[in-house]
């Protein structure tokens, strides 16, 4: 039965979703947050190889995002050559020799030694995959016309964040790696003028020994204000 209905010309469907009672809700929401509350960032990979259909799968995850006007401006760049990924862990670890030399205060360098990172990335090696995400700062129509898309720093980081969260529930690790700038993302991967290098996402499984630098999150009391 086609349910579907037009408004000013505008296609709609008919939209479900599973309700549960406030038990179920509260034991739901715990659970969510336990399992979620497991991902870590991780620098030490597996070189073990990873089912293509499983990235694409978190990557129609990661679209299901909200964005602004629906304009879905992201890009995610898979790269698996390792002649590639060797390119760009080359082009990566030169910005953050730089940064990590000449670029960052003090401050920084020192809010940094409880994960005891440095400027060298073997990971962008060693992992599987690298997801490289490209925001659209606009959209390319055919003959070179330009189309805005809306609230896109706030879109792709949404879409980064259920990125995450996929990669998460397939059993893999990921790291969001930021070298800075990352413009050289655009030449080597060959992107179009409009897209933007956002972050750069090794995914795969976690090395057999890995460590992960003990971390506390914050308390709730010190994320949430309640009016």
């Given at each position: ?41 991780v ?17 129609r ?14 890009t ?15 082009a ?14 003090n ?16 990971f ?26 809306y ?10 964040g ?11 690790v ?14 080597l991967?060959g ?34 204000v309640?009016y």
């Amino acid at each position: 039965m086609n349910t579907e209905i037009l408004i000013d010309g505008y296609p709609f469907i008919p939209y479900t979703h599973p309700t549960y009672n406030d038990k179920e809700m509260i034991v739901r929401s715990v659970d969510f947050y336990q399992w979620l509350d497991q991902r870590r960032s991780v620098r030490d990979f597996s070189d073990k190889p990873v089912p293509l259909p499983v990235i694409e799968n978190i990557l129609r995850a990661a679209s299901t995002a909200p964005s602004g006007a629906h304009k879905q401006p992201w890009t995610f760049c898979v790269v698996k050559d390792p002649l590639v990924k060797s390119k760009i862990r080359e082009a990566a670890e030169k910005e953050e020799k730089e940064s990590y030399e000449n670029r960052m205060s003090n401050e920084w360098l020192e809010d940094l030694k409880p994960l005891q990172t440095d400027w060298k990335k073997p990971f962008l090696e060693i992992a599987p995959y690298l997801i490289v995400v490209f925001k659209k700062a606009y959209d390319l129509k055919p003959g070179n016309i330009k189309r805005n898309n809306y609230y896109v720093n706030e879109s792709v980081g949404l879409a980064c964040g259920f990125l995450l969260a996929a990669i998460h529930h397939a059993g893999l690790v990921a790291l969001t790696h930021t070298p800075s700038p990352m413009n050289f993302l655009t030449t080597l991967l060959g992107r179009p003028e409009n897209e933007r290098p956002f972050l750069l996402i090794p995914v795969g499984y976690p090395h057999e020994n890995t460590y992960v630098p003990k971390l506390e999150r914050k308390k709730l009391n010190e994320v949430m204000v309640l009016y």
